[in-house]
């Protein structure tokens, strides 16, 4: 079994891939960087505050105390593979230096890590605050519209989280109802479609819970330009605007991706859905995160709705165990067409790491299958293909 474990793992080292989920940056914010700024911008910093690199025990002791958080885990062995320096107290600097010399020789460094060591042919990314953009390289990126920014519209001079004015995409600035509202939106959504997007994605679920229950637009239309808005009113808001997103998507063939899980937390397990999805069934539902930590709210909607499929983004980093269960669960459950991956990440060390963390938990996966007999060695290598780039290339229409 070791045998066939390398030979899956060597396999899977082989593959192009497609990320299906990604936030990746302009060029301009990756230059001058240094292992520092790379700390600070990263999911290490998600664990904990990362050390002051020139003072190394202060870096031995952020490793001894994070060093099993899987976001440090893959980071360090990013760098170890990607600098030929592995970071601890006694090599931070030189790590340092060759990160600075790396970034100030070559001024496509991320995206060579991207495409040289990722391996991506093709990166569906999300980037706030300028949603649709491909970041000024078509070739690498198809851009995911970020929906956010629509529900914050009620009141024309709120911004989304990140900035970003929905009526700035409007055709018609001065709406004065609901409806026109929701006709704009719709507008704006066939507009990126044809600027070339490639999904629609909704990432509410740090703002909000994801039981979108209302279609009433009456109720919905309280919260319209008015600044005494309560908190259910908005909340009805959302709702219909998040239908009318989800209807969209299906008349414009664009799959619909939803952050699910983390988040605020509080109503943000993927079943919550459950209304949206079983009144959308014309729409192409990926779940990204498989809702971690509730993982299994995931495994019922694949069972129960064949439109819904699941992005194993992000699980192989937050808790690289678990994401070995889930991929599982999940293909015994769903199929081998219906799981995709994406790094999820922006600094392109994480998107390594997250490769490097996927990688592993996959091969894990389909090495116990093989050890439970649920599939032999030339499956679990079309299964391995399948999610790391042909389902991603059917999903998302992706010509060669
Ligand atoms: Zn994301």
């Known amino acids: 079994m070791k045998q066939t474990a390398v030979e899956i793992l060597e396999y899977i080292n082989s593959l192009r ?17 240094d292992l520092n700024g790379i700390l600070q911008n990263s999911y290490a910093n998600w664990a904990d505050t990362p050390p002051d690199i020139n003072d190394a025990a202060a870096v031995d002791e952020f490793l001894n105390r994070t060093r099993c958080n899987s976001f440090v885990r893959w980071i360090c062995d990013a760098f170890e593979q990607l600098y030929g320096v592995p970071f601890t107290g006694k090599t931070a600097l030189l790590l340092n230096e060759t990160i600075k010399t790396a970034y100030a020789k070559n001024e496509n460094q991320h995206l060579d890590i991207l495409q040289k060591n990722c391996r991506f042919d093709k990166i569906i990314n999300d980037r706030q605050p300028v949603p649709g953009y491909d970041l000024g390289h078509p070739e690498l990126f198809a851009p995911s519209f970020r929906c956010d920014g629509f529900f914050s519209g009620y009141l024309k001079d709120k911004p989304e989280p990140n900035g970003f004015f929905p009526y700035s995409l409007f055709e018609e600035n001065s ?38 229950e209302n279609t009433d637009i009456d109720k919905a239309a309280k919260a319209f330009n008015n600044r005494e808005a309560t908190e259910k009113e908005i909340l009805d808001f959302g709702d219909v605007v998040m239908f009318h997103i989800a209807e969209a998507a299906a008349d414009f063939s664009l799959p619909l991706q939803i ?109 116990r299958m093989i050890e439970d007999g649920a599939i032999d060695l030339p499956y679990a290598l079309y299964i391995a293909k399948r999610m790391m780039h042909d389902n991603a290339k059917e999903l998302f229409d992706i010509c060669d």
């Open 259 to 367: 952050h699910t899980g983390m988040g605020q937390c509080r109503g943000t397990n993927p079943m919550q859905l459950l209304t949206l999805i079983e009144r959308n069934p014309n729409t192409t539902f990926h779940l990204l995160h498989g809702g971690f930590p509730w993982l299994s709210d995931t495994f019922a909607l694949l069972m129960q709705f064949k439109n819904v499929y699941t992005d194993t983004c992000w699980i192989p980093y937050l808790s690289t165990t678990a994401a070995t269960q889930y991929i599982i669960e999940a293909l015994e459950v769903a199929g081998a067409h219906r799981l995709t991956w994406g790094d999820d990440a922006w600094m392109a060390e994480d998107s390594y790491g997250a490769l490097l963390a996927m990688e592993h938990a996959l091969s894990n996966a389909l090495v």
């Open 175 to 212: 709406v004065h109802s609901l409806p026109g509202y929701l006709e704009q939106m719709r507008l704006a959504i066939k507009a990126k479609k044809q600027s070339g997007c490639v999904a629609l994605k909704v990432a509410i679920a740090y703002e909000r819970p994801l039981n979108f």
């Open 17 to 33: 891939v497609i990320s299906s989920h990604n936030h990746h940056l302009s060029d301009e914010l990756y230059r001058g960087l």
